[in-house]
């Protein structure tokens, strides 16, 4: 056997005549990014540069890291990360007094790749100070519109769905999208405190005729509600906002003033894709660190591993005025805008199979 037959299969990306049916896309993609940019520009956004390299990458249980190792001068390693999201950084930026900022930089996130994932991907992020969340929600709108005036689409559609971006969105707070589409109840499955009940959101599940897997944990049966039968349901038509997650699915955002079962958390859905997820954020840093050491253990429980907490951004959290954020899928946004069946068709240079 030839050395060259244990080599991994070379992408054809770069082959002359692929690229040509891709280029299309691709100077797509540059153009809804000069509209965004200008978008962003017009409003009073600061680009910020915020660095890839971080001690913790992210502290929720389900998001995965690169990890890697420093070496310093003394030729002592220490462990970093390539971060999932420049969300402490611009934080930090938000403590230093800085109020209207945006990134639009490459992240990264391993144990992803699909048609709508990949290991390395454009992420788009911006912050308003002293602001509702409302306001972040309608940059997010405005966006979307932008894309599709800028490719020349009456619609996105992805796998046989379509959503008039132009049309006014749905708001629809979660439990009403457990009721309408899951027959669930699922402020029922809280305490007032926002503490949540496992075995009454099962009970919901049975009578409802949607099959129990055997892990039993909250987080875990909400996911799987909200993936199998809600999600599909999402954008449909036109662009819907989900509003008014449990204060459990929210690490970084802060109650409601108005019900402590739930956060000012928000995800934006076209076509039942998911493209961005904003916040009202939460800038008690002892309570930050409760959620973040909650999400560790879990994550330990789950994968054998935890991640550092970034004291940095615990000690900047005292000083961060109230704010909300948004971070967005740019690769999606541009998927959606283009047609393009798999996020690989959108970006430039895509990671090697393999490789993650």
């Not at 002592?76 to 930026?93: A, D, V």
């Not at 009456?154 to 979660?174: H, T």
């Amino acid at each position: 056997m030839s050395a060259s037959s244990n080599m991994p299969p070379v992408s054809a990306w770069w082959s002359p005549s692929v690229h040509a049916d891709r280029r299309p896309v691709l100077l797509a993609r540059n153009r809804i990014e000069a509209a965004v940019r200008g978008y962003l520009a017009q409003e009073g956004f600061i680009l910020v540069d915020p660095p890839g390299l971080q001690r913790s990458p992210g502290n929720e249980a389900h998001l995965h890291a690169f990890s890697t190792t420093a070496i310093g001068n003394d030729g002592i390693g220490h462990p970093f990360y390539l971060h999932t999201s420049p969300e402490f950084s611009m934080k930090k930026l938000l403590a230093a007094g800085e109020a209207r900022i945006a990134s639009l930089g490459h992240v990264w996130r391993n144990r992803e790749r699909g048609a709508l994932h990949h290991p390395e991907f454009t992420m788009l992020e911006w912050y308003r100070v002293q602001e509702r969340y409302e306001a972040v929600m309608d940059d997010c709108i405005a966006m979307l519109r932008l894309a599709a005036t800028t490719t020349g689409v009456s619609a996105f559609r992805w796998r046989g769905r379509e959503c008039d971006p132009l049309a006014e969105p749905e708001r629809l707070s979660v439990a009403e999208a457990f009721s309408r589409y899951a027959g669930i109840d699922l402020l029922a499955t809280m305490t007032e405190a926002g503490r949540t009940d496992a075995a009454a959101l099962v009970r919901q599940m049975e009578a409802a005729g949607i099959a129990v897997p055997a892990e039993h944990d909250w987080s875990y049966l909400f996911t799987r509600v909200l993936t199998e039968k809600i999600e599909l349901h999402l954008g449909q038509g036109r662009v819907t906002i989900l509003d008014r997650y449990p204060a459990s699915e929210a690490a970084l955002a802060r109650r409601a003033p108005d019900d402590a079962r739930v956060a000012e958390r928000f995800e934006v859905y076209a076509c039942g894709v998911e493209l961005a997820n904003g916040f009202g954020e939460l800038t008690d840093a002892a309570e930050q660190r409760v959620r973040f050491e909650a999400e560790m253990a879990e994550k330990q429980r789950l994968y054998g591993e935890r991640y550092p907490l970034d004291e940095d951004f615990l000690a900047a959290l005292e000083v961060m005025p109230a704010a909300s954020g948004i971070a967005m899928g740019f690769d999606r946004l541009v998927m959606l805008a283009t047609g393009a069946t798999r996020i690989e068709q959108v970006i430039w240079v895509p990671v090697a199979e393999g490789a993650a």
